[in-house]
């Protein structure tokens, strides 16, 4: 044993930052661990510190009796008057046993237990230490990188921020300082208890709140936030103040406050949008940039129709639907968006298909559309009460309109049909109005062919006529020039 092991005890309370008591605790456990392991596991052992001495003293406890039946548990009243003269029966007796007596093996089991209950007690600190800080922001130091994850050292303990909780588009080194949220706090037994996330919205917010005043002080409030990690984000505030203009508290002089939090973010985007309670006005603000001209709500489902011109229909849409995504999180709306005329095919094909219903008239079938019915089908999948409240009439008529909307529906299925059989006949006549006609065959059904060359009895094509010779068979040639 170390004699002077209260200084050891004073030495791991300062660096692991563990309570003196609970490192005493665990020197005693470890002892009695030890004990049993050399001695058995009946034995009755208990471990205490002795500051004095400076080690733990182990003692094995009997009970005095008369006669001995169990000599583990059991010693003879004689024997106990030896240790102590005044023990009667039934007394329970302390005898110390020598620590040298415990061997390799048992100073090996304490070991390791100390090292156990250490690492249990660290984990049990850090849970303590940072059970309340859950939905805070917290900076530390990228240790290394395991698996995908990487390990974090906040100081006195280690945080974890997993792979699925980083950003794609970022990266870091050893070394590197890191601005997280934490997202949990576990006692997992393996791993590190702090769970840290780049991703999660709560780091967008705390990162707002840290750069602006207002919102720490209560006069700006957040609202709803969204987030695409890495590309983009909307944030929508508010005030509790009518002489601050929430937005402009939160982009700061020249962009200073907004830009800071851009750049923690590494160039992520950050729409800030003011907040409105009315839905309507609070989704044409967060489809910004885009101008919206006019919105339909339908409360039954929860959705909204946004009509666009239609040159601001891909900016209301953004980048493979980025914008209009972003918005449907922010304002927990379905949104659907259509340009002007898309719009206007869509209401004059609904109008075209409604006002086949005899008992609906003109302006009933134009209530129907402000309201978001857009085919027969729609119209007959709703409930009577729906429909009642709509047009103002009885569930009864209610009823009548959608029998007679279920009959228009089955023409219109009728109709859809013939078209589509009547459609490849139409194909084939066009393909047979284009093809080239035949060439014609003769008697034997084989093709005429075009007429071959005239050949001499011979079976050889004649050849044009050869140059005349004379008799020597000689070819003429030209006269020579007479001499003068």
Not at 168 to 185: C, H
Not at 419 to 424: D, E, I, K, Q, T
Request: proline share 5%; aromatic share 4%.
């Amino acid at each position: 044993m170390i004699s002077d092991l209260a200084r050891l005890v004073d030495t791991v309370q300062r660096e692991k930052n563990i309570p003196r008591d609970i490192l005493i605790e665990v020197l005693e456990q470890a002892m009695v661990a030890a004990g049993r392991k050399r001695f058995g596991l009946e034995r009755d052992l208990e471990a205490q510190f002795n500051e004095d001495l400076g080690e733990v003293e182990l003692f094995e406890f009997r009970t005095v009796v008369d006669d001995v039946e169990d000599d583990e548990l059991e010693i003879s009243v004689d024997l106990a008057r030896i240790a102590d003269p005044e023990c009667e029966v039934g007394d329970s007796l302390g005898i110390k046993v020598g620590v040298e007596d415990l061997g390799r093996i048992a100073a090996q089991t304490a070991k390791q237990v100390i090292i156990q209950k250490i690492r249990d007690a660290e984990r049990e600190m850090t849970f303590n230490e940072f059970k309340d800080r859950k939905g805070e922001l917290i900076t530390g130091i990228v240790r290394r990188f395991e698996k995908g994850n990487i390990i974090v050292d906040l100081g006195r303990a280690e945080a974890i921020l997993p792979k699925r909780e980083q950003v794609q588009t970022e990266t870091y080194r050893q070394g590197d300082r890191i601005q997280a949220y934490v997202l949990d706090i576990t006692r997992a037994s393996k791993s590190p208890q702090v769970v840290l996330s780049r991703t999660h919205p709560g780091l967008l917010m705390k990162l707002f709140e840290l750069e602006v005043p207002e919102i720490y002080e209560g006069i700006v409030r957040i609202e709803a936030c969204a987030r695409e990690p890495g590309h983009r984000a909307k944030i929508a505030v508010s005030s509790m103040d009518r002489d601050v203009d929430p937005v402009g508290a939160c982009v700061g002089l020249k962009g200073s406050r907004v830009q800071a939090v851009v750049q923690e973010l590494r160039g992520e985007a950050i729409d800030i949008i003011p907040f409105h309670p009315d839905p309507a006005r609070f989704i044409v603000h967060a489809i910004s940039p885009a101008n919206v001209t006019r919105v339909f709500i339908d409360e039954h489902t929860h959705s909204m129709e946004l009509i666009v011109p239609d040159d601001q229909l891909s900016k209301a849409i953004g980048r493979r639907g980025q914008n209009v995504r972003l918005a449907a999180q922010l304002t927990g709306w379905r949104i659907d968006i259509f340009s002007d005329a898309r719009h206007a095919e869509v209401t004059e094909a609904a109008r075209s298909e409604l006002s086949r219903v005899a008992a609906l008239n003109e302006d009933q079938v134009e209530l129907l559309i402000r309201h978001g019915y857009r085919s027969a089908k729609e119209l007959f999948d709703a409930e009577a009460y729906e429909l009642g409240s709509i047009l103002e009439i009885e569930d009864e008529d209610a009823e009548t309109i959608i029998e007679q909307t279920g009959d228009v529906l089955d023409q219109i299925i009728l109709e859809d049909r013939e078209r589509l059989n009547a459609a490849p006949q139409e194909e084939e006549a066009a393909d047979d109005e284009e093809l080239p006609p035949e060439p014609e065959e003769d008697a034997a059904g084989e093709e005429e062919l075009p007429p071959e060359p005239e050949e001499d009895t011979a079976g050889e094509e004649e050849l044009p006529p050869e140059p005349e010779e004379d008799a020597a068979g000689e070819e003429e040639l030209p006269p020579e020039p007479e001499d003068a």
